[in-house]
């Protein structure tokens, strides 16, 4: 086992190809304050079957005992063999940012994402690799997940959101290819498969970094790129636990948990929320431009994603105005054919309340850091 490090070199293909069974498989992995949980996901993903040859950690600040939790992991017995990477001095960059920091910072050729509080089932890593072995032209495989609450209990159904309902509701073990005809439109209107169920190839990974700033999260992106290319497979198998402890990024679309779990989850997004303006106008801009660059253009794809750009720009202006008229602008924009993509009313109310809540001065000053 290599001794903890910070590596300064970037992705650095090693070019062997990802269906061969001595492709180097790397981990990346963004941490922040996650002590309670970071110590089982650690070992789920260094008791596989078939084991990462390195784990890439970026730490984005954390003020817990996470990092400490890190080093001891890379000392065990179970870390035998695994080169753990652990990425301490780079300034704060968020969620997407920091996945990017993590993946930048692999040499591997395939490329697992990996949150910090999930649990990896034993057979993960050689399951997904199976995959690129049948695909060789796989620039991205995703899979299914189970659900557990917060102390690791059971929850009934399965990670399933919309996108893999349906067409993509295979039997179990079954892999389908998302081509750009049935999928690419979807994913631009809107997403839903996770990062934490991701593997992407070393080449992928250059081609989608750096992410665009203020996107819809960097999962939305990889997904939206690898339908582009024609090379993103599903793979129908629970090969992740998915934890849903309240405090997620992401949640889940058919969890709903009680009545409690729910109204913190409403309050959290209310107080966390700056205005959706940027997410939707760069998220669309970025999206036209890769269409454009592989001559999908005339795609349908690329008719949702200026309609993105569209509503960010009435967004931005509902939230340029003061409270009422802001609210007013909100409220047409919400009434009218230009309707919330994705998340509807929910994205309405929270920017509502954000209007309403929040001083012109104040959002004018959130809104410098996402449109300049």
Not at 93 to 99: E, I, K, L, S
Not at 244 to 250: D, F, K, Q, T, V
Request: proline share 3%; hydrophobic share 35%; net charge neutral.
């Amino acid at each position: 086992m290599t001794a903890p490090e910070t590596q300064n070199a970037m992705n650095i293909c090693k070019g062997k190809t990802a269906a061969s069974k001595h492709a180097r498989i790397s981990v990346a992995m963004a941490t922040y304050n996650g002590e309670k949980y970071i110590e089982e996901q650690l070992l789920s993903i260094c008791r596989q079957t078939r084991k990462p040859d390195e784990i890439v950690v970026s730490d984005d600040g954390s003020k817990d005992a996470t990092l400490e939790i890190v080093e001891r992991v890379s000392r065990s017995e179970d870390a035998t063999g695994i080169e753990f990477v652990i990425i301490t001095d780079n300034p704060r960059h968020g969620y997407c940012g920091n996945f990017e920091w993590a993946i930048q910072h692999t040499t591997g050729d395939l490329v697992f994402l990996s949150d910090q509080d999930d649990v990896w089932m034993p057979e993960k890593v050689a399951e997904v690799i199976n995959v690129f072995s049948k695909y060789p032209d796989a620039s991205c495989v995703f899979h299914n997940a189970s659900l557990i609450g917060k102390n690791g209990e059971p929850i009934e159904g399965v990670f399933d959101e919309r996108l893999t309902t349906g067409e993509l509701n295979l039997p179990q073990g079954q892999i389908k290819k998302l081509d750009r005809d049935n999928y690419l439109a979807p994913a631009v209107s809107w997403g839903g498969i996770r990062g934490m169920s991701m593997c992407i190839t070393c080449a992928f990974a250059d081609s989608v970094i750096p992410f665009p700033p203020n996107i819809n999260g960097h999962d939305k992106w990889i997904m939206v790129c690898a339908i582009v290319n024609d090379a993103m497979y599903y793979v129908n198998l629970p090969l992740t636990r998915y934890r849903l402890h309240g405090n997620n990024i992401c949640g889940n679309a058919t969890y709903r948990g009680n009545l409690w779990n729910r109204v913190e989850k409403i309050l959290h997004k209310f107080k966390s929320h700056r205005g959706s303006s940027g997410m939707y106008y760069y998220t669309g801009m970025a999206t036209v431009q890769r269409l454009s660059e592989a001559g999908l253009s005339d795609h349908s794809a690329n008719v949702i994603a200026n309609r993105l750009v569209e509503i960010g720009e009435k967004i931005h202006d509902a939230e340029s105005s003061g409270r009422l008229m802001g609210a007013f602008k909100l409220c047409r924009l919400f009434c009218s054919d230009m309707r919330y993509r994705h998340s509807g009313t929910g994205a309405f109310v929270q920017d509502l309340v954000y209007i309403l809540r929040t001083s012109k001065k104040k959002r004018q000053k959130n809104m410098d850091g996402e449109f300049n």
